[in-house]
């Protein structure tokens, strides 16, 4: 994306838009402090997802700084609870809290609009985690790793092994199309 002078990033307004137009909620934009002494505009919003006609209604709250490279997604209510002896897989967590893992790192951007990528993966993610529960296997996409090898902060997944080749975002593929169209 950063690379890509054809792919802007959407601001924080075109997020809450697309999620205003597509999803029920309420959509708060708040300015808050960020790492250089500055201000910055964080989108939040909660909404409630229904995985199954037989499961319970999950309260997930997803949070966007401008400028970071992902959405914090994490379910407020009721508790994610693994069951005795059981670890949450497709977490990051640390002490006090537990973010759901939606995607590899370099597979969502700026770039990307929230309402039609992260909130559907977020709801994908739920009806997954209630097979886990049911029957101990995780059903859905990703990468397994051990749990010691992702950090704390939940920041950046650090992958056992390098992807070939990175991933690119659909707005990227479509900006490259024009350009050789062009040609």
């Given at each position: 994306?950063?690379?890509?002078?054809?792919?802007k990033p959407l601001t924080v307004w075109?997020?809450?838009?697309?999620?205003?137009?597509?999803?029920?909620?309420?959509?708060?934009?708040?300015?808050?402090?960020?790492?250089?002494?500055?201000?910055?505009?964080?989108?939040?919003?909660?909404?409630?997802?229904?995985?199954?006609?037989?499961?319970?209604?999950?309260?997930?709250?997803?949070?966007?700084?401008?400028?970071?490279?992902?959405?914090?997604?994490?379910?407020?209510?009721?508790?994610?609870?693994?069951?005795?002896?059981?670890?949450?897989?497709?977490?990051?967590?640390?002490?006090?809290?537990?973010?759901?893992?939606?995607?590899?790192?370099?597979?969502?951007?700026?770039?990307?609009?929230?309402?039609?990528?992260?909130?559907?993966?977020?709801?994908?993610?739920?009806?997954?985690?209630?097979?886990?529960?049911?029957?101990?296997?995780?059903?859905?996409?990703?990468?397994?790793?051990?749990?010691?090898?992702?950090?704390?902060?939940?920041?950046?997944?650090?992958?056992?092994?390098?992807?070939?080749?990175?991933?690119?975002?659909?707005?990227?593929?479509?900006?490259?199309?024009?350009?050789?169209?062009?040609?």
């Amino acid at each position: 994306m950063a690379d890509d002078p054809l792919v802007k990033p959407l601001t924080v307004w075109q997020h809450t838009f697309g999620i205003m137009a597509s999803w029920p909620g309420k959509v708060r934009i708040a300015q808050v402090p960020d790492n250089g002494g500055g201000v910055t505009d964080e989108l939040r919003w909660e909404a409630e997802f229904t995985p199954t006609k037989l499961s319970c209604t999950y309260t997930v709250r997803f949070t966007y700084k401008v400028g970071d490279p992902i959405v914090w997604v994490q379910v407020v209510d009721p508790v994610l609870d693994p069951g005795a002896g059981k670890q949450l897989p497709h977490v990051y967590e640390d002490s006090t809290q537990r973010w759901l893992c939606l995607h590899l790192e370099g597979q969502w951007d700026q770039t990307m609009a929230i309402a039609t990528t992260v909130v559907p993966w977020a709801a994908e993610w739920l009806f997954h985690y209630e097979l886990w529960l049911a029957t101990g296997e995780w059903t859905g996409s990703g990468e397994r790793y051990e749990r010691d090898v992702r950090p704390i902060d939940g920041r950046r997944l650090r992958r056992p092994a390098p992807r070939a080749a990175p991933l690119k975002s659909r707005a990227r593929r479509r900006a490259e199309r024009r350009a050789s169209s062009r040609r």
